[in-house]
């Protein structure tokens, strides 16, 4: 577990969200080091909500809460090719213009860049590609 701060507005228990990094006003910040304490392009599940609240100063007029969070798998699609349960892969993202299809987001996940470090957690079923690709529905860490 992790603790972390976020905004008030978006905290629920068991609510889910992706660190995509710090902002460029949170470099002077004294919770700089509280909130920005994850992993860049990762996804977490809020486990347990603290009670006090703090003015968050690169947001003005915001509240944030102390969270305790955990690091959860991401839903992806994925090349086939080379992929298994537990095997870590260096991520490339797929080189399609299609973003009307269905699965396009999912091709192209969240905070994943060329070239980071994934986990292949859980393997799911093969994925029909307008453009033909061999790709299949995974979840990564």
């Known amino acids: 577990m992790t603790i972390t701060l976020v905004s008030k507005d978006l905290v629920e228990s068991e609510s ?3 660190y995509l990094g710090p902002m460029d006003e949170c470099q002077e910040c004294r919770f ?12 977490y599940r809020i486990v347990d909500v603290r009670k006090q609240e703090h003015d968050c100063p ?9 969270v305790e969070g955990e690091k959860i798998p991401a839903p992806a699609i994925l090349p086939k090719k080379g992929l298994l349960e537990g095997v870590t892969i260096t991520f490339s993202e797929l080189k399609c213009d299609n973003i009307g299809c269905s699965n396009w987001w999912l091709c192209h996940p969240v905070g994943k860049k060329d070239g980071c470090k994934c986990t292949v957690v859980s393997m799911g079923k093969s994925v029909e590609c307008p453009i033909g690709e061999k790709l299949a529905f995974v979840e990564i860490v």
């Open 16 to 18: 889910q969200f992706y």
């Open 32 to 43: 700089n080091g509280i909130c920005n304490n994850l992993e860049e392009g990762a996804r």
């Open 58 to 66: 690169p947001l003005e007029d915001e509240k944030v809460v102390a």
